[in-house]
Nanobody, 127 residues
Framework: QWQLVESGGGLVQPGGSLRLSCAAS????????IGWFRQAPGKEREGVSC????????NYGDSVKGRFTISRDNAKTTVYLQMNSLKPEDTAVYYC????????????????????WGQGTQVTVSS
């Protein structure tokens, strides 16, 4: 069964750090762009970061630029999201998703392009 599994969420104080992981099961990530999205209660799901299949292209949402870093290890079929200087407004459920792009090394936040989604991991930033 093909699936994505997020881990690494939790409760952290403002200014703290977390590293989220997105692991693929049943398939490899070599030809997939991977995106991280988040959804806070009562808000739309928004793009946080994405990384192209080769890692040559990354994008970040304006609210996380300079604080979050995305990376991937295709050998381990895992994508990471390092989150530093966390703020209460970063509180949300974080989802990773996979976009099949065997011939392209770009990434976007267009949710309709992402065909596989994980179940999400909760991140809570609070003192």
């Amino acid at each position: 069964q093909w699936q994505l599994v997020e881990s690494g969420g939790g409760l952290v104080q403002p200014g703290g750090s977390l590293r989220l992981s997105c692991a693929a099961s049943g398939f490899t990530l070599d030809y997939y762009t991977i995106g991280w999205f988040r959804q806070a209660p009562g808000k739309e799901r928004e793009g946080v970061s994405c990384i192209s299949r080769g890692g040559g292209s990354t994008n970040y949402g304006d609210s996380v630029k300079g604080r979050f870093t995305i990376s991937r290890d295709n050998a381990k079929t895992t994508v990471y999201l390092q989150m530093n200087s966390l703020k209460p407004e970063d509180t949300a459920v974080y989802y990773c998703a996979a976009d099949w792009r065997p011939l392209s090394d770009i990434c976007t936040f267009t949710r309709g392009h992402y065909t596989f989604w994980g179940q999400g991991t909760q991140v809570t930033v609070s003192s």
